[in-house]
Protein backbone atom coordinates (compact mmCIF):
# COMPACT_ATOMS: atom_id res chain seq x y z
CA UNK A 1 0.00 0.00 0.00
CA UNK A 2 0.92 3.72 0.17
CA UNK A 3 2.99 4.90 2.60
CA UNK A 4 4.65 8.18 4.31
CA UNK A 5 8.13 7.85 5.18
CA UNK A 6 11.76 9.46 6.30
CA UNK A 7 14.62 9.71 4.63
CA UNK A 8 16.58 9.37 8.03
CA UNK A 9 16.05 7.66 11.23
CA UNK A 10 18.19 10.01 13.33
CA UNK A 11 19.56 13.62 13.00
CA UNK A 12 22.08 15.21 15.75
CA UNK A 13 22.86 18.83 15.13
CA UNK A 14 24.34 21.41 17.22
CA UNK A 15 22.65 24.09 19.21
CA UNK A 16 21.69 26.82 17.45
CA UNK A 17 22.18 25.51 13.95
CA UNK A 18 19.06 25.09 11.81
CA UNK A 19 17.41 21.21 11.49
CA UNK A 20 16.00 20.44 8.49
CA UNK A 21 14.36 16.72 8.69
CA UNK A 22 12.99 15.40 5.50
CA UNK A 23 9.38 13.00 5.00
CA UNK A 24 8.46 11.44 1.01
CA UNK A 25 5.02 10.31 0.99
CA UNK A 26 3.56 8.07 -2.25
CA UNK A 27 -0.18 8.79 -2.01
CA UNK A 28 -0.62 11.17 -4.94
CA UNK A 29 -4.19 12.02 -3.44
CA UNK A 30 -2.79 13.47 -0.27
CA UNK A 31 -3.81 16.65 0.37
CA UNK A 32 -3.08 17.54 3.96
CA UNK A 33 0.27 17.35 5.62
CA UNK A 34 0.94 17.75 9.53
CA UNK A 35 4.34 17.54 11.35
CA UNK A 36 4.14 16.68 15.42
CA UNK A 37 7.06 16.49 17.68
CA UNK A 38 6.76 13.31 20.17
CA UNK A 39 9.07 13.95 23.72
CA UNK A 40 9.68 10.46 25.12
CA UNK A 41 6.48 9.54 27.64
CA UNK A 42 3.78 12.11 26.19
CA UNK A 43 1.64 12.18 22.59
CA UNK A 44 2.15 13.70 19.59
CA UNK A 45 2.16 17.09 19.74
CA UNK A 46 1.03 19.17 16.47
CA UNK A 47 3.62 21.78 15.18
CA UNK A 48 2.87 23.01 12.14
CA UNK A 49 0.64 21.87 9.08
CA UNK A 50 0.23 22.87 4.51
CA UNK A 51 -2.45 22.27 2.10
CA UNK A 52 -1.81 20.76 -0.91
CA UNK A 53 -2.73 24.30 -2.43
CA UNK A 54 0.53 25.80 -0.87
CA UNK A 55 4.86 25.10 -1.18
CA UNK A 56 5.81 27.00 2.18
CA UNK A 57 4.68 27.94 5.31
CA UNK A 58 6.00 29.52 8.71
CA UNK A 59 5.42 28.98 12.15
CA UNK A 60 7.83 30.10 15.33
CA UNK A 61 10.97 29.09 14.10
CA UNK A 62 9.51 26.27 11.80
CA UNK A 63 9.25 26.26 8.01
CA UNK A 64 7.02 23.52 6.36
CA UNK A 65 8.27 23.61 2.63
CA UNK A 66 5.99 21.17 0.18
CA UNK A 67 6.79 19.84 -3.11
CA UNK A 68 4.28 17.99 -4.80
CA UNK A 69 6.28 17.32 -7.99
CA UNK A 70 8.47 14.91 -5.87
CA UNK A 71 6.07 13.98 -3.31
CA UNK A 72 8.61 15.19 -0.34
CA UNK A 73 8.10 16.85 2.42
CA UNK A 74 10.84 18.66 5.22
CA UNK A 75 10.45 20.50 8.57
CA UNK A 76 12.64 23.37 9.38
CA UNK A 77 13.78 24.12 12.99
CA UNK A 78 15.98 27.27 12.84
CA UNK A 79 18.21 28.03 15.74
CA UNK A 80 17.56 24.44 17.33
CA UNK A 81 17.21 24.61 21.05
CA UNK A 82 18.24 21.65 22.98
CA UNK A 83 14.20 21.58 24.13
CA UNK A 84 13.57 21.02 20.35
CA UNK A 85 15.33 17.39 20.83
CA UNK A 86 12.16 14.86 20.32
CA UNK A 87 11.01 11.93 17.53
CA UNK A 88 9.22 14.37 14.54
CA UNK A 89 6.87 12.57 12.60
CA UNK A 90 5.25 13.65 9.19
CA UNK A 91 1.89 12.35 8.34
CA UNK A 92 -0.74 12.92 5.27
CA UNK A 93 -4.50 12.39 4.76
CA UNK A 94 -6.68 13.03 2.41
CA UNK A 95 -8.86 15.01 3.53
CA UNK A 96 -11.91 14.31 1.40
CA UNK A 97 -11.20 10.29 1.64
CA UNK A 98 -13.98 7.71 2.93
CA UNK A 99 -11.83 7.07 5.54
CA UNK A 100 -12.50 9.37 8.90
CA UNK A 101 -9.98 11.28 8.27
CA UNK A 102 -7.43 9.45 9.48
CA UNK A 103 -3.74 10.08 9.40
CA UNK A 104 -0.94 8.18 7.71
CA UNK A 105 2.12 8.31 9.86
CA UNK A 106 5.69 7.85 8.77
CA UNK A 107 8.17 6.64 11.35
CA UNK A 108 9.61 9.24 12.73
CA UNK A 109 13.13 10.97 13.19
CA UNK A 110 14.94 11.06 16.05
CA UNK A 111 16.37 14.55 16.46
CA UNK A 112 19.25 15.38 19.27
CA UNK A 113 20.43 18.73 19.86
CA UNK A 114 24.23 18.69 21.42
CA UNK A 115 25.57 21.70 23.07
CA UNK B 1 -7.31 22.70 28.81
CA UNK B 2 -7.79 19.25 29.94
CA UNK B 3 -7.69 18.37 25.97
CA UNK B 4 -7.55 14.49 25.39
CA UNK B 5 -7.33 12.75 28.58
CA UNK B 6 -6.46 8.70 28.64
CA UNK B 7 -6.27 6.22 31.17
CA UNK B 8 -4.81 4.43 32.70
CA UNK B 9 -1.17 5.48 31.91
CA UNK B 10 0.37 2.57 32.59
CA UNK B 11 -0.92 -1.59 32.75
CA UNK B 12 0.52 -4.71 32.45
CA UNK B 13 -2.26 -7.74 31.48
CA UNK B 14 -1.65 -11.35 31.43
CA UNK B 15 -3.00 -13.29 28.00
CA UNK B 16 -6.20 -13.91 28.02
CA UNK B 17 -7.37 -11.26 30.42
CA UNK B 18 -9.17 -7.87 29.25
CA UNK B 19 -9.68 -4.55 29.76
CA UNK B 20 -11.16 -1.30 28.55
CA UNK B 21 -8.82 1.60 27.95
CA UNK B 22 -10.24 4.90 28.73
CA UNK B 23 -10.44 8.13 26.15
CA UNK B 24 -12.41 11.29 26.92
CA UNK B 25 -11.96 14.96 25.38
CA UNK B 26 -13.70 18.09 26.47
CA UNK B 27 -12.96 19.82 23.65
CA UNK B 28 -16.61 19.25 21.76
CA UNK B 29 -15.12 17.17 18.70
CA UNK B 30 -16.90 15.06 16.66
CA UNK B 31 -14.09 12.81 15.51
CA UNK B 32 -11.83 10.63 17.53
CA UNK B 33 -9.51 8.03 17.03
CA UNK B 34 -7.12 5.05 18.35
CA UNK B 35 -3.70 4.23 16.96
CA UNK B 36 -1.32 2.24 18.59
CA UNK B 37 2.63 2.84 18.29
CA UNK B 38 4.86 -0.33 18.37
CA UNK B 39 8.88 0.81 19.13
CA UNK B 40 10.99 3.05 17.16
CA UNK B 41 7.16 3.13 14.19
CA UNK B 42 4.47 5.41 13.46
CA UNK B 43 1.17 5.27 14.64
CA UNK B 44 -1.18 2.95 12.98
CA UNK B 45 -5.09 3.78 13.32
CA UNK B 46 -7.03 0.93 15.37
CA UNK B 47 -10.69 2.30 14.94
CA UNK B 48 -12.07 5.75 14.67
CA UNK B 49 -15.35 7.71 14.78
CA UNK B 50 -17.10 10.24 12.98
CA UNK B 51 -19.33 11.13 15.80
CA UNK B 52 -21.16 9.66 18.55
CA UNK B 53 -22.68 6.51 17.66
CA UNK B 54 -20.76 5.69 14.56
CA UNK B 55 -17.67 4.24 14.69
CA UNK B 56 -15.43 2.35 11.86
CA UNK B 57 -12.13 0.36 11.47
CA UNK B 58 -8.65 1.79 10.70
CA UNK B 59 -6.09 -0.12 9.47
CA UNK B 60 -5.23 -2.93 12.60
CA UNK B 61 -8.81 -3.20 14.32
CA UNK B 62 -8.58 -7.31 15.27
CA UNK B 63 -8.35 -7.72 18.57
CA UNK B 64 -10.05 -4.52 19.56
CA UNK B 65 -13.91 -3.42 20.07
CA UNK B 66 -15.02 0.58 20.40
CA UNK B 67 -18.04 2.27 21.51
CA UNK B 68 -18.80 6.27 21.15
CA UNK B 69 -22.26 6.39 22.92
CA UNK B 70 -21.43 10.46 23.93
CA UNK B 71 -19.51 12.91 22.08
CA UNK B 72 -16.63 13.20 24.60
CA UNK B 73 -16.14 9.04 25.58
CA UNK B 74 -14.46 6.60 22.96
CA UNK B 75 -13.23 3.44 24.71
CA UNK B 76 -11.21 1.41 23.59
CA UNK B 77 -11.45 -2.81 24.61
CA UNK B 78 -9.33 -5.77 24.30
CA UNK B 79 -11.08 -8.41 25.13
CA UNK B 80 -8.71 -11.82 24.97
CA UNK B 81 -5.08 -10.07 25.57
CA UNK B 82 -2.46 -11.18 23.19
CA UNK B 83 1.28 -10.60 23.82
CA UNK B 84 0.95 -9.11 19.84
CA UNK B 85 -0.93 -6.25 21.90
CA UNK B 86 1.89 -5.02 23.84
CA UNK B 87 1.97 -1.71 22.86
CA UNK B 88 1.59 2.29 23.10
CA UNK B 89 -2.26 3.41 22.57
CA UNK B 90 -2.76 6.64 21.44
CA UNK B 91 -6.36 8.71 21.30
CA UNK B 92 -6.88 11.38 19.27
CA UNK B 93 -9.76 14.04 17.98
CA UNK B 94 -10.44 16.84 15.60
CA UNK B 95 -13.00 19.00 15.32
CA UNK B 96 -15.31 20.09 12.43
CA UNK B 97 -14.13 19.17 9.00
CA UNK B 98 -11.85 16.38 10.42
CA UNK B 99 -9.47 16.00 7.52
CA UNK B 100 -7.37 18.54 6.86
CA UNK B 101 -7.55 19.56 10.73
CA UNK B 102 -5.22 18.56 13.27
CA UNK B 103 -5.61 15.67 15.58
CA UNK B 104 -5.02 16.57 19.01
CA UNK B 105 -3.37 13.82 21.20
CA UNK B 106 -3.04 12.42 24.90
CA UNK B 107 -0.26 11.04 26.39
CA UNK B 108 -1.15 7.28 25.83
CA UNK B 109 -1.50 4.46 27.74
CA UNK B 110 1.80 1.71 27.76
CA UNK B 111 0.72 -1.77 27.64
CA UNK B 112 2.13 -4.60 28.36
CA UNK B 113 0.68 -8.00 28.15
CA UNK B 114 2.63 -11.08 29.56
Known amino acids: GESVGLHLPTLSVQEGDNSIINCAYS??????FIWYKQESGKGPQFIIDIRSNMDKRQGQRVTVLLNKTVKHLSLQIAATQPGDSAVYFC??????????????FGKGTSLLVTP | NAGVTQTPKFRILKIGQSMTLQCTQDMNHNYMYWYRQDPGMGLKLIYYSVGAGITDKGEVPNGYNVSRSTTEDFPLRLELAAPSQTSVYFC?????????????FGDGTRLSIL
Open chain 1, 91 to 104: AENESNSNSGYALN
Open chain 1, 27 to 32: NSASDY
Open chain 2, 92 to 104: ASNGAGGGGQPQH
